[in-house]
């Protein structure tokens, strides 16, 4: 196991448009994060996933924002009609029992 | 909302000279988390410390937590300059979900 995967690990998009974003944990863990890191500031929490379940939501994840976790595996998080605010970093992370996460690289979404 | 304050917000050092940084909280947590970040990079995990413990050690880092000061301090030793990254701490709520809290982290800058 390679750690966990993120992809795209950039992408540009006009605003307005769709993105989807996938994220693949390390096969052994049932926790799934999600995290928005902007410039000069630390992650801020959107969403995270025991197994399948979406156990909690920051008030971030506005009604533009969703995302899945079908059958506990791989996640995503898609963003409807985007906006220059949007711009960011994207992290997934992983964990076995919420202790010590295992981040991926990141998707650098940039908005224009 | 961000729970966690890395101080200094940046610090510069010799490669071999110690480098602390401290962060500073607001609520009762679970455990303190610290992880280090490189340039446009995902977060990797130190080192994790539980709210009943004081110090813990991990190779050339040590973490203090002080539970009644809300408050930890990462020292790193004998610095090198691939030390130089961003480093954050992350709290859980006492009680509350699994997610972290990360502060706007400290940039450290260990030169050769």
């Known amino acids: 196991d390679t750690g966990v995967s993120q992809n795209p690990r950039h992408k540009i998009t006009k605003r307005g448009q769709n993105v989807t974003f996938r994220c693949d944990p390390i096969?052994?863990?049932?926790?799934l994060y999600w995290y928005r890191q902007t410039l000069g500031q630390g992650p801020e929490f959107l969403t995270y996933f025991q197994n399948e379940a979406q156990l909690e939501k920051s008030r971030l994840l506005s009604d533009r924002f969703s995302a899945e976790r079908p059958k506990g595996s791989f996640s995503t998080l898609e963003i409807q009609r985007t906006e220059q605010g949007d711009s960011a970093m994207y992290l997934c992370a992983s964990s076995f029992r919420g202790d010590g996460y295992t981040f991926g690289s990141g998707t650098r979404l940039t908005v224009v | 909302s961000q729970q966690g304050e890395e101080d200094p917000q940046a610090l510069s050092i010799q490669e071999g000279e110690n480098a602390t940084m401290n962060c500073s909280y607001k609520t009762s947590i679970n455990n303190l988390q610290w992880y280090r970040q490189n340039s446009g990079r995902g977060l990797v995990h130190l080192i994790l410390i539980r709210s009943n413990e004081r110090e813990k050690h991990s190779g050339r880092l040590r973490v203090t937590l002080d539970t009644s000061k809300k408050s930890s301090s990462l020292l790193i030793t004998a610095s090198r300059a691939a030390d130089t990254a961003s480093y954050f701490c992350a709290t859980d709520e006492q009680g509350g979900s699994e997610k972290l809290v990360f502060g706007k982290g400290t940039k450290l800058t260990v030169n050769p």
């Open positions: 096969s052994e863990h049932n926790r």
